[in-house]
C-alpha cells in the first residue's frame, strides 16, 4: 500500500483497503478488556434477607395476635352474659294528673310573664343615687367637721379618751355637789374664788404614755398598736375607725391609694382588715371592695380582692377557674397546701360563692383518675401529724415498687392509698426510700413514664408540694408574676401571712434573684409599690433568730451556743496634740490575711455554686441539642491535649475540634478558667484564634464565651447591620425567658455602655418599639403546657371583624406572655375561627418594613424551630452563603434543639443540614460545625 502523497494503482481497492483496516481496529478496541475490575460486587443473601429481625418481627407479631386473641375472648364473654347493671335508664314518668298540673304551669308562666313585663315598665318615683350621692356628701361633710380635716398623735381635747375623762371629772363635781347638798352646805355664800397657781390649767392634760398606759373601766384586756405599744379597746375602734375613714378618702380619690393601702390595710392582720370592712359597712353602709374598686378602676381590682376578700374566698375562686380550665396542678396544688380547717372555710365559701360543693364540680369537670385524686384531697380527713415510722415507711416504699399497673393512678393504688392514710411526713420518707429502691430514679419519672400527662403534671406537682412548699411557691410566683393575674396577687397576700420570709430565700436561691427586685423589674404597675410591701412583710409570728426558733421545739435539748471570749480593745498609748496627726495612732483600715483569703475562697464558691445553677438551667433545656456535658470530663488531661495540639507549627485540627464540641458550655468555661490558671502567658480563645486561620474567629468566639456573653455580642453585631431583620436578633429576644434577658441587657451594657432596649427601638416605628420593649423583658411562660379551651377564648378576644389588631391588648397578652406550644394553639384557633392564618391578617393591618418586622417575631414566637429552619435555608441561598447567621444559630442552638432543627430541615427541603453545609459552606471551620451538628 503506498504511503501518503503518493498515487495509488486502483482507489476502489484503496478505499476497501482502508474499510477493511478501521474494521479491524474497531473489533480490535471492543474486544479489549480493563486490568480493573470494576463490576458490582457480589450480593450476598444474608445481608439482604435480615433473618434476625424478620424472626424478632414474627415473634413480636404472634404475641400480639395473643393479646388479641385473649382480648376478643374476654369481650365475647362480656357480650354473651347478661349485663349486672342497667344503663340503660330509659323509663318514662306516668302520672294520671300530669295534664292538671302541666295547665297550672302554663298560667303560673304566663302570670310571672305579665308580672314580669309590668315591673319593667314601671319608673321610680324617688332618685336612689341623687339620695345615695347627698347621703355621702353629708357625711363627708361632716366628718371633716369632726376631724377638723387632721389627725394628731398627740393626744388632743377632742379624742375619745378625754371626753371620757371629762365625764369622769363631770360626774365626780356632780356627786361632791349632791354630798354638799345633802349637808346643808349653802353654796350661793359670796366668798371669792380660791387662788389658783400659774401652772394648774383648767383643761385635763395627759401624755400619750399615760394614754396608752390605762386600761378602760370596764376591764378589758389591753390591745397591740403599730408601734408596738398596748392599747385599750376604745383605741383599737378609734383606729378602725380611722382606717375606715382613710380608706373612704381613697374610694373618694381625695387621698395617695399607694400609702393608704400599705398603712391601713398591708400592715393588718386578714382579721383586722375584716373589722375594717365591717366598720365601713356600718359607718357609711356601703361595700368597702365595691367603693374601692368604682373609685380606682380596674387596675386595683386585684389588689382589692386579695386583701379585703378571705383566704377561703379568694382559694375558692381560684380552685373553681383551675377546674373550668383543666388547670389539674392548680387545683392540686390549692387543695393539698390546705389544713383540715382551711378546707373545712374553703368547702363553705366555694358553696357559697357557686351554690354547688366541690365534691359535685370535680365529679362534673374531671375524669378519672384525676377525679380520684382530687376527691382525695378535698375531704378533709388527712392525718396532720408528723411521725414516722421506719418500719412502716419501708415497708410502703416496697409495696409501692413492687405494684403494677394503677399503682400511682387507680383509685385503689398504693400511691392513693398512702395519701388517704398516711401524713405528708410519712409520704416524704416513703418517696425516698423508693428512690433507693429504683436505682436513683425519681418517682416523678416513673409517673411521667406511666401515667397520661396532665395527670402526671398534677401529681409531680403535688409531689413538689411535698417536698418542699417554699420552693414550689417561689416557683408558681416567678411563673405567675404579673401585677394584673389574680393567682400571682392572691398568692402573695396569703404567704405573706404564713412564710413569705421562707418564700423571698428559696426563690433567692432557686432564681438568683430578690424577689422583691424582680417584682419592681416586672410589674411596672400602679399597685407596684404595694406589692413590693406586700413581699417584703414578715408574719406576726414568725421567729427571728436561731434561738427563739429553737424554744419552739419542746422536749428537746437546745444546741449549746459557742460563746467566744470578748474581744479586749486596745487602749491607745497617749492622747497628745500629736496623735491627732499620726498615721499610727489612726485606726487600721487592713483587712487580715486569713480574714481576705477567705473571704475570696467565698466567692469563689459562691461563683461556682452559681455556674453549676445556670449549667442545671441550661441542661434543663437541653432536651435536643447535638452537645451534651461530657462524662469523664477531666479539665486538666483536656488542656494537656490542646496545648500539644497547638504547640506544633501545624495545629491538630481534629483534636481541637474533638476537645470543644464534645463539651458542653459550662465544661468549656472551666476548661478556660483551668488554662488561664495553668498557662497564663495567653488565654486559650486567644492562642486558638492565633494557631487557626481567621474563618475560626467567630466559631471560637461562639465556643468559648457563655451563652448570655455571646447573645450580647450578636445582638450587638445584628444591630450594627441587619437590625430587626437579622434572625439571630429576633430568634435571641423571642425564646430568652426574663432571667437570660436581664443577664444579657446587663452585659450588653457593661461592654458596649448603651442600653439594649434603646438600640433596638431606636429607629422604628412606636407601636413596634412598644411591642419590642415589652419583648425584651422576657416575662413569656416557659412551659409546654397547653390549654385549648383557653387558647378557643383567646382567639374569640383577637378576632376583630376576621383580622387581627397588633397593638391589642389580647393578642399581646398571648404572644408575650403564653408559651410557645400555647401560642401555637391560639393561632390555630384563630385560623379555624377566621378562615384566614394570622400572617395574613397581620399582613393586611400593617404594611412595610413594620409588617415584615412583625411577621418574623411572631414566625418566632409561634415555632422557634421552624422559624430557624427557615433562616438556615435562607442563608445558604441569594448571592451568597451568609456564613455568620449560620455559624451563630448553630451554636446558639446546639445545647438546646439542633437535633429537632436538623430533623425539621431534612423534612421540609428533602436535604440535609450537614449536606449543605458540605456543599455550599466556604470557610474552613466546616469541619468544626459537622462536629458540632454531630455529623463529622
Same mark, same amino acid.
Given at each position: 500500500?503506498?504511503?501518503?502523497?503518493?498515487?495509488?494503482?486502483? %482507489?476502489?481497492?484503496?478505499?476497501?483497503?482502508?474499510?477493511?483496516?478501521?474494521?479491524?481496529?474497531?473489533?480490535?478496541?471492543?474486544?479489549?478488556?480493563?486490568?480493573?475490575?470494576?463490576? $458490582?460486587?457480589?450480593?450476598?443473601?444474608?445481608?439482604?434477607?435480615?433473618?434476625?429481625?424478620?424472626?424478632?418481627?414474627?415473634?413480636?407479631?404472634?404475641?400480639?395476635?395473643?393479646?388479641?386473641?385473649?382480648?376478643?375472648?374476654?369481650?365475647?364473654?362480656?357480650?354473651?352474659?347478661?349485663?349486672?347493671?342497667?344503663?340503660?335508664?330509659?323509663?318514662?314518668?306516668?302520672?294520671?294528673?300530669?295534664?292538671?298540673?302541666? !295547665?297550672?304551669?302554663?298560667?303560673?308562666?304566663?302570670?310571672?310573664?305579665?308580672?314580669?313585663?309590668?315591673?319593667?315598665?314601671?319608673?321610680?318615683? =324617688?332618685?336612689?343615687?341623687?339620695?345615695?350621692?347627698?347621703?355621702?356628701?353629708?357625711?363627708?361633710?361632716?366628718?371633716?367637721?369632726?376631724?377638723?380635716?387632721?389627725?394628731?398623735?398627740?393626744?388632743? +381635747?377632742?379624742?375619745?379618751?378625754?371626753?371620757?375623762?371629762? %365625764?369622769?371629772?363631770?360626774?365626780?363635781?356632780?356627786?361632791?355637789?349632791?354630798?354638799?347638798?345633802?349637808?346643808?352646805?349653802?353654796?350661793?355664800?359670796?366668798?371669792?374664788?380660791?387662788?389658783?397657781?400659774?401652772?394648774?390649767?383648767?383643761?385635763?392634760?395627759?401624755?400619750?404614755?399615760?394614754?396608752?398606759?390605762?386600761?378602760?373601766?370596764?376591764?378589758?384586756?389591753?390591745?397591740?398598736?403599730?408601734?408596738?405599744?398596748?392599747?385599750? !379597746?376604745?383605741? #383599737?375602734?378609734?383606729?378602725?375607725?380611722?382606717?375606715?375613714?382613710?380608706? #373612704?378618702?381613697?374610694?373618694?380619690?381625695?387621698?395617695?391609694?399607694?400609702?393608704?393601702?400599705?398603712?391601713?390595710?398591708?400592715?393588718?392582720?386578714?382579721?383586722?382588715?375584716?373589722?375594717?370592712?365591717?366598720?365601713?359597712?356600718?359607718?357609711?353602709?356601703?361595700?368597702?371592695?365595691?367603693?374601692?374598686?368604682?373609685?380606682?378602676?380596674?387596675?386595683?381590682?386585684?389588689?382589692?380582692?386579695?386583701?379585703?376578700?378571705?383566704?377561703?374566698?379568694?382559694?375558692?375562686?381560684?380552685?373553681?377557674?383551675?377546674?373550668?380550665?383543666?388547670?389539674?396542678?392548680?387545683?392540686?396544688?390549692?387543695?393539698?397546701?390546705?389544713?383540715?380547717?382551711?378546707?373545712?372555710?374553703?368547702?363553705?365559701?366555694?358553696?357559697?360563692?357557686?351554690?354547688?360543693?366541690? @365534691?359535685?364540680?370535680?365529679?362534673?369537670?374531671?375524669?378519672?383518675?384525676?377525679?380520684?385524686?382530687?376527691?382525695?384531697?378535698?375531704?378533709?380527713?388527712?392525718?396532720?401529724?408528723?411521725?414516722? @415510722?421506719?418500719?412502716?415507711?419501708?415497708?410502703?416504699?416496697?409495696?409501692?415498687?413492687?405494684?403494677?399497673?394503677?399503682?400511682?393512678?387507680?383509685?385503689?393504688?398504693?400511691?392513693?392509698?398512702?395519701?388517704?392514710?398516711?401524713?405528708?411526713?410519712?409520704?416524704?420518707?416513703?418517696?425516698?426510700?423508693?428512690?433507693?429502691?429504683?436505682?436513683?430514679?425519681?418517682?416523678?419519672?416513673?409517673?411521667?413514664?406511666?401515667?397520661?400527662?396532665?395527670?402526671?403534671?398534677?401529681?409531680?406537682?403535688? =409531689?413538689?408540694?411535698?417536698?418542699?412548699?417554699?420552693?414550689?411557691?417561689?416557683?408558681?410566683?416567678?411563673?405567675?408574676?404579673?401585677?394584673?393575674? +389574680?393567682?400571682?396577687?392572691?398568692?402573695?397576700?396569703?404567704?405573706?401571712?404564713?412564710?413569705?420570709?421562707?418564700?423571698?430565700?428559696?426563690?433567692?436561691?432557686?432564681?438568683?434573684?430578690?424577689?422583691?427586685?424582680?417584682?419592681?423589674?416586672?410589674?411596672?404597675?400602679?399597685?407596684?409599690?404595694?406589692?413590693?410591701?406586700?413581699?417584703?412583710?414578715?408574719? +406576726?409570728?414568725?421567729?427571728?433568730?436561731? /434561738?427563739?426558733?429553737?424554744?419552739?421545739?419542746?422536749?428537746?435539748?437546745?444546741?449549746?451556743?459557742?460563746?467566744?471570749?470578748?474581744?479586749?480593745?486596745?487602749?491607745?498609748?497617749?492622747?497628745?496634740?500629736?496623735?491627732?496627726?499620726?498615721?499610727?495612732?489612726?485606726?487600721?483600715?487592713?483587712?487580715?490575711?486569713?480574714?481576705?483569703?477567705?473571704?475570696?475562697?467565698?466567692?469563689?464558691?459562691?461563683?461556682?455554686?452559681?455556674?453549676?445553677?445556670?449549667?442545671?438551667?441550661?441542661?434543663?433545656?437541653?432536651?435536643?441539642? /447535638?452537645?451534651?456535658?461530657?462524662?469523664?470530663?477531666?479539665?486538666?488531661?483536656?488542656?494537656?491535649?490542646?496545648?500539644?495540639?497547638?504547640?506544633?507549627?501545624?495545629?491538630?485540627? &481534629?483534636?481541637?475540634?474533638?476537645?470543644?464540641?464534645?463539651?458542653?458550655?459550662?465544661?468549656?468555661?472551666?476548661?478556660?478558667?483551668?488554662?488561664?490558671?495553668?498557662?497564663?502567658?495567653?488565654?486559650?480563645?486567644?492562642?486558638?484564634?492565633?494557631?487557626?486561620?481567621?474563618?475560626?474567629?467567630?466559631?471560637?468566639?461562639?465556643?468559648?464565651?457563655?451563652?448570655?456573653?455571646?447573645?450580647?455580642?450578636?445582638?450587638?453585631?445584628?444591630? &450594627?447591620?441587619?437590625?430587626?431583620?437579622?434572625?439571630?436578633?429576633?430568634?435571641?429576644?423571642?425564646?430568652?425567658?426574663?432571667?437570660?434577658?436581664?443577664?444579657?441587657?446587663?452585659?450588653? !451594657?457593661?461592654?458596649?455602655?448603651?442600653?439594649?432596649?434603646?438600640?433596638?427601638?431606636?429607629?422604628?416605628?412606636?407601636?413596634?418599639?412598644?411591642?419590642?420593649?415589652?419583648?425584651?423583658?422576657?416575662?413569656?411562660?416557659?412551659?409546654?403546657?397547653?390549654?385549648?379551651?383557653?387558647?378557643?377564648?383567646?382567639?374569640?378576644?383577637?378576632?376583630?371583624?376576621?383580622?387581627?389588631?397588633?397593638?391589642?391588648?389580647?393578642?399581646?397578652?398571648?404572644?408575650?406572655?403564653?408559651?410557645?406550644?400555647?401560642?401555637?394553639?391560639?393561632?390555630?384557633?384563630?385560623? $379555624?375561627?377566621?378562615?384566614?392564618? =394570622?400572617?395574613?391578617?397581620?399582613?393586611?393591618?400593617?404594611?412595610?418594613?413594620?409588617?415584615?418586622?412583625?411577621?418574623?417575631?411572631?414566625?418566632? =414566637?409561634?415555632?422557634?424551630?421552624?422559624?430557624?429552619?427557615?433562616?438556615?435555608?435562607?442563608?445558604?441561598?441569594?448571592?451568597?452563603?451568609?456564613? @455568620?447567621?449560620?455559624?451563630?444559630?448553630?451554636?446558639?442552638?446546639?445545647?438546646?434543639?439542633?437535633? &429537632?432543627?436538623?430533623?425539621?430541615?431534612?423534612?421540609?427541603?428533602?436535604?440535609?443540614?450537614?449536606?449543605?453545609?458540605?456543599?455550599?459552606?466556604?470557610?474552613?471551620?466546616?469541619?468544626?460545625?459537622?462536629?458540632?451538628?454531630?455529623?463529622?
Amino acid at each position: 500500500m503506498p504511503g501518503p502523497g503518493f498515487p495509488v494503482a486502483n %482507489k476502489i481497492l484503496y478505499k476497501y483497503e482502508q474499510d477493511r483496516a478501521y474494521r479491524l481496529h474497531r473489533q480490535k478496541v471492543n474486544a479489549s478488556r480493563p486490568t480493573v475490575k470494576n463490576k $458490582q460486587p457480589k450480593k450476598y443473601p444474608h445481608l439482604i434477607l435480615q433473618l434476625k429481625k424478620i424472626q424478632l418481627e414474627e415473634e413480636r407479631q404472634a404475641e400480639v395476635d395473643h393479646e388479641n386473641r385473649l382480648l376478643l375472648q374476654k369481650m365475647s364473654k362480656i357480650m354473651k352474659e347478661p349485663a349486672l347493671v342497667d344503663s340503660w335508664n330509659e323509663y318514662h314518668t306516668k302520672s294520671l294528673n300530669l295534664p292538671q298540673r302541666e !295547665k297550672q304551669l302554663r298560667e303560673i308562666q304566663m302570670e310571672n310573664i305579665g308580672l314580669a313585663k309590668r315591673l319593667e315598665h314601671t319608673r321610680p318615683v =324617688i332618685r336612689s343615687d341623687e339620695l345615695e350621692g347627698e347621703y355621702q356628701q353629708k357625711k363627708y361633710l361632716q366628718m371633716l367637721w369632726n376631724e377638723n380635716s387632721k389627725d394628731y398623735d398627740m393626744v388632743i +381635747p377632742r379624742h375619745q379618751r378625754y371626753r371620757q375623762l371629762r %365625764k369622769m371629772k363631770e360626774a365626780e363635781l356632780a356627786k361632791e355637789r349632791e354630798e354638799k347638798e345633802a349637808n346643808g352646805e349653802d353654796d350661793k355664800k359670796e366668798s371669792l374664788p380660791p387662788i389658783k397657781k400659774p401652772s394648774e390649767s383648767q383643761t385635763i392634760r395627759y401624755n400619750a404614755d399615760t394614754y396608752r398606759s390605762t386600761r378602760s373601766d370596764n376591764g378589758d384586756k389591753e390591745r397591740k398598736s403599730d408601734d408596738g405599744s398596748t392599747m385599750d !379597746k376604745s383605741q #383599737f375602734s378609734s383606729q378602725v375607725d380611722n382606717d375606715a375613714k382613710a380608706l #373612704f378618702k381613697v374610694a373618694k380619690n381625695l387621698a395617695q391609694p399607694e400609702d393608704v393601702f400599705i398603712r391601713n390595710l398591708v400592715r393588718r392582720t386578714p382579721a383586722q382588715r375584716k373589722k375594717i370592712s365591717e366598720r365601713f359597712k356600718e359607718m357609711y353602709s356601703l361595700d368597702l371592695a365595691s367603693e374601692l374598686r368604682s373609685g380606682l378602676g380596674e387596675d386595683w381590682d386585684c389588689v382589692i380582692d386579695a386583701l379585703l376578700k378571705s383566704k377561703a374566698t379568694g382559694s375558692a375562686k381560684l380552685l373553681h377557674d383551675a377546674l373550668e380550665e383543666g388547670d389539674y396542678p392548680m387545683a392540686v396544688e390549692i387543695l393539698f397546701t390546705c389544713k383540715n380547717t382551711d378546707l373545712a372555710d374553703l368547702r363553705g365559701s366555694f358553696r357559697q360563692e357557686y351554690s354547688q360543693s366541690i @365534691d359535685t364540680t370535680i365529679n362534673e369537670k374531671t375524669e378519672d383518675p384525676e377525679r380520684s385524686l382530687l376527691a382525695t384531697l378535698a375531704k378533709g380527713d388527712r392525718d396532720e401529724s408528723n411521725k414516722v @415510722d421506719e418500719s412502716t415507711a419501708e415497708t410502703d416504699a416496697e409495696d409501692l415498687y413492687e405494684s403494677g399497673d394503677g399503682r400511682w393512678s387507680s383509685d385503689a393504688g398504693k400511691f392513693l392509698k398512702l395519701l388517704r392514710t398516711r401524713n405528708n411526713k410519712h409520704i416524704t420518707v416513703v418517696l425516698n426510700l423508693y428512690k433507693i429502691h429504683n436505682k436513683g430514679v425519681e418517682a416523678t419519672e416513673d409517673i411521667a413514664r406511666e401515667c397520661s400527662r396532665s395527670y402526671a403534671e398534677a401529681l409531680t406537682a403535688l =409531689i413538689n408540694s411535698l417536698h418542699g412548699p417554699e420552693n414550689h411557691f417561689a416557683e408558681r410566683l416567678f411563673r405567675t408574676m404579673s401585677p394584673t393575674n +389574680p393567682e400571682f396577687v392572691n398568692l402573695l397576700v396569703v404567704r405573706s401571712e404564713i412564710d413569705m420570709p421562707a418564700v423571698r430565700k428559696a426563690y433567692k436561691k432557686k432564681f438568683d434573684a430578690e424577689l422583691v427586685d424582680d417584682i419592681k423589674h416586672k410589674c411596672q404597675h400602679t399597685t407596684t409599690k404595694v406589692l413590693v410591701e406586700i413581699a417584703n412583710k414578715t408574719p +406576726p409570728n414568725w421567729p427571728k433568730s436561731k /434561738t427563739q426558733t429553737q424554744k419552739k421545739w419542746k422536749g428537746a435539748n437546745p444546741v449549746p451556743q459557742q460563746t467566744k471570749p470578748p474581744i479586749k480593745r486596745v487602749e491607745p498609748i497617749s492622747k497628745g496634740p500629736d496623735m491627732k496627726h499620726n498615721p499610727l495612732g489612726q485606726p487600721s483600715m487592713r483587712v487580715a490575711a486569713d480574714t481576705s483569703i477567705q473571704r475570696r475562697e467565698e466567692e469563689k464558691l459562691k461563683q461556682l455554686e452559681k455556674e453549676h445553677r445556670r449549667e442545671e438551667e441550661r441542661q434543663k433545656k437541653n432536651i435536643s441539642g /447535638t452537645i451534651k456535658p461530657a462524662n469523664n470530663f477531666n479539665p486538666s488531661t483536656d488542656c494537656e491535649r490542646l496545648h500539644d495540639a497547638l504547640m506544633e507549627d501545624h495545629p491538630d485540627e &481534629d483534636v481541637i475540634i474533638e476537645v470543644l464540641t464534645t463539651r458542653s458550655n459550662g465544661q468549656r468555661q472551666i476548661l478556660k478558667n483551668k488554662w488561664s490558671s495553668k498557662y497564663k502567658k495567653h488565654s486559650l480563645e486567644s492562642r486558638l484564634k492565633e494557631k487557626l486561620s481567621v474563618d475560626y474567629d467567630e466559631t471560637i468566639m461562639g465556643m468559648m464565651m457563655t451563652p448570655s456573653e455571646y447573645d450580647a455580642h450578636c445582638l450587638h453585631e445584628a444591630l &450594627d447591620g441587619m437590625g430587626l431583620s437579622d434572625p439571630v436578633l429576633v430568634g435571641i429576644l423571642c425564646t430568652r425567658d426574663a432571667k437570660e434577658m436581664k443577664e444579657i441587657k446587663d452585659i450588653f !451594657k457593661k461592654e458596649y455602655k448603651k442600653d439594649l432596649t434603646e438600640e433596638i427601638t431606636a429607629h422604628i416605628d412606636p407601636d413596634l418599639a412598644e411591642f419590642v420593649t415589652l419583648l425584651c423583658q422576657g416575662d413569656r411562660d416557659q412551659g409546654k403546657e397547653v390549654n385549648a379551651q383557653k387558647a378557643r377564648k383567646d382567639a374569640e378576644k383577637m378576632n376583630k371583624n376576621g383580622r387581627v389588631d397588633v397593638v391589642d391588648k389580647a393578642f399581646r397578652d398571648v404572644v408575650l406572655k403564653k408559651n410557645h406550644a400555647q401560642v401555637k394553639q391560639t393561632f390555630e384557633e384563630f385560623e $379555624q375561627l377566621t378562615g384566614s392564618d =394570622i400572617y395574613q391578617s397581620i399582613a393586611d393591618t400593617v404594611v412595610g418594613e413594620t409588617e415584615d418586622a412583625y411577621i418574623s417575631l411572631v414566625k418566632a =414566637i409561634e415555632d422557634p424551630g421552624r422559624f430557624y429552619v427557615e433562616k438556615l435555608f435562607s442563608s445558604f441561598g441569594g448571592i451568597g452563603t451568609n456564613e @455568620d447567621n449560620i455559624i451563630r444559630i448553630i451554636i446558639s442552638r446546639s445545647e438546646i434543639d439542633m437535633r &429537632d432543627i436538623k430533623v425539621e430541615f431534612q423534612k421540609r427541603n428533602q436535604k440535609s443540614l450537614s449536606a449543605m453545609l458540605k456543599a455550599d459552606f466556604p470557610g474552613d471551620s466546616k469541619n468544626m460545625l459537622l462536629a458540632i451538628l454531630g455529623d463529622s
